[in-house]
């Protein structure tokens, strides 16, 4: 009996183990956790997919986790590519209780790889990779991947380097400019003291963190 509950608390001790980690051993440039692997490279995604699916289905979205700065929303998503469809992999959740331990509840939430397609976004997702530089008010990296997704299925996908991702974002901020979604942040960086310039500057580096709605060649 004795060596049965021996035997029984070493395999909780270890699933335990398992299911939880530090995933701070995994920091790129020192600041982000990878979010995808791509031709063997990490790269980290400069949005949020999991936050649609929350938006979504509200009833599922997590309490009590821990928010830090590499985990703004106190969980941690790894992505994967199958067949130009993209999934979720890996999901991970840190909690104030856990003592900086990430713990892996992917079968939780998404019990199935039918569930794990992330049908539930359209849009663009950059993905980024390498040396960082600072750029006006943003930070750009040397390798970047851009996909087109619909309801999950990658349409298209491009990569660009650092100069070519600026000339993208210049590109792509010229329409944006054309929305009254622009004119609504313009009139918002003038009601806080923002010369227009400023706030051109700024919402050409970060169109692609929410301008999700256009690809362009």
């Known amino acids: 009996m004795l060596k049965t509950s021996l035997i029984f608390i070493i395999m909780l001790f270890f699933c335990k183990g398992y299911a939880q980690t530090n995933l701070y051993d995994y920091y790129e440039n020192g600041r982000y956790l990878d979010n995808i692997s791509i031709n063997n490279t990490g790269y980290f995604a400069k949005k949020d997919l999991m936050k649609s699916y929350f938006e979504l289905y509200p009833a599922k979205k997590l309490k009590g986790l821990f928010e830090t700065l590499a985990s703004p929303k106190g969980y941690h998503t790894v992505y994967e590519i199958e067949n130009n469809e993209i999934y979720v992999k890996e999901f991970w ?103 227009d310039s400023t706030t051109d500057a700024f919402e050409q580096d970060i169109v692609l963190d929410y301008y999700n709605t256009i690809i362009i060649k």
């Open 93 to 195: 959740i840190l909690k104030k209780e856990d003592n900086g331990l990430y713990t892996n509840i992917t079968n939780e939430i998404f019990p199935t790889k039918t569930d794990r397609k992330i049908d539930w976004y359209s849009g663009l997702v950059l993905f980024t990779s390498g040396k960082g530089t600072l750029n006006e008010m943003n930070v750009n990296y040397e390798k970047n991947a851009l996909f087109e997704i619909n309801k999950g299925n990658i349409v298209m996908s491009q990569h660009f380097n650092l100069e070519q991702i600026l000339d993208y974002k210049a590109r792509l901020f010229q329409i944006f400019k054309k929305t009254e979604e622009y004119k609504i942040h313009k009139k918002e960086g003038r009601d806080r003291g923002w010369r």
